[in-house]
């Protein structure tokens, strides 16, 4: 099983609609979850840490689920500017805190 | 808003070459990274470091890689002898005290390896 796996993707959506995005994760000591933002050929931004009872900002909710390792974002009202990858994000659990592990990413698109 | 710089933006070298890419963190930050992303791949983990020494790097981070901290803002990548599978974005990261409790890693915009 991979550390972090992700919908291969991509999600095309028109605008106005709401997508969710699924992550797994294989090291039950992982301790501390993201979802970045990567724009096509540029750096990975952060976007939201993942909290155990869920958390949201804005149009963007994550949800985490430890006893199956699995974490979500789901972003409602897709805007054309949320076109992007977004990483779904884990630490290592036998390192530092901030040592991440990233899953590949999910594209998505929106369309207007 | 402080950002992480880094040079080149795009660096052509040729097998076997010797390339060093450079990076200035921002200045309160204490953990450096390098990670690496090879096109159309997932973005990877080279290397931490922190208090002047690496404190973890990955199985990817051979002998073949080396870092540096020559003066108290750059913190530059070496590789010692480029294969073409080195070819990737270079992103160089860091964070701040605070963002130990968030995870909020700030990368730079990467440095582009092109190995011929």
């Known amino acids: 099983r991979k550390e972090v796996e992700q919908d291969p993707g991509p999600f095309n959506v028109p605008e106005g609609a709401t997508v969710a995005f699924n992550c797994t994760y294989s090291?039950?000591?992982?301790?501390?979850f993201f979802w970045y933002r990567q724009d096509c050929r540029k750096e990975p931004k952060l976007l939201m840490s993942?909290?155990?009872s869920g958390n949201e900002d804005g149009r963007f909710t994550a949800q985490l689920n430890r006893a199956s390792q699995y974490i979500s974002l789901l972003i409602r009202d897709s805007k054309l500017s949320d076109s992007a990858t977004y990483l779904c994000?884990?630490?290592?659990?036998?390192?530092?805190?901030?040592?991440?592990?990233f899953g590949k990413g999910t594209m998505l698109l929106v369309s207007p | 808003e402080p950002e992480v710089t880094q040079t080149p933006s795009h660096q052509v070298t040729q097998m076997g070459q010797e390339v060093i890419l450079r990076c200035v963190p921002i200045?309160?930050?204490?953990?450096f990274y390098w990670y690496r992303q090879i096109l159309g791949q997932k973005v990877e983990f080279l290397v931490s470091?922190?208090?002047?020494?690496?404190?973890?790097k990955s199985e990817i981070f051979d002998d073949q890689f080396s870092v540096e901290r020559p003066d108290g803002s750059n913190f530059t990548l070496k590789i010692r002898s480029t294969k073409l599978e080195d070819s990737a974005m270079y992103f160089c990261?860091?964070?701040?005290?605070?963002?130990?409790?968030?995870?909020?890693?700030?990368f730079g915009e990467g440095s582009r390896l092109t190995v011929l």
């Open positions: 994000v884990v630490n290592r659990p036998d390192s530092g805190y901030s040592t991440l592990t």
């Open positions: 090291n039950s000591a992982s301790q501390s």
């Open positions: 993942v909290y155990s």
């Open positions: 200045s309160n930050h204490l953990y």
């Open positions: 470091f922190y208090n002047n020494e690496i404190s973890e």
């Open positions: 990261a860091s964070i701040s005290p605070q963002g130990m409790n968030t995870g909020e890693l700030f």
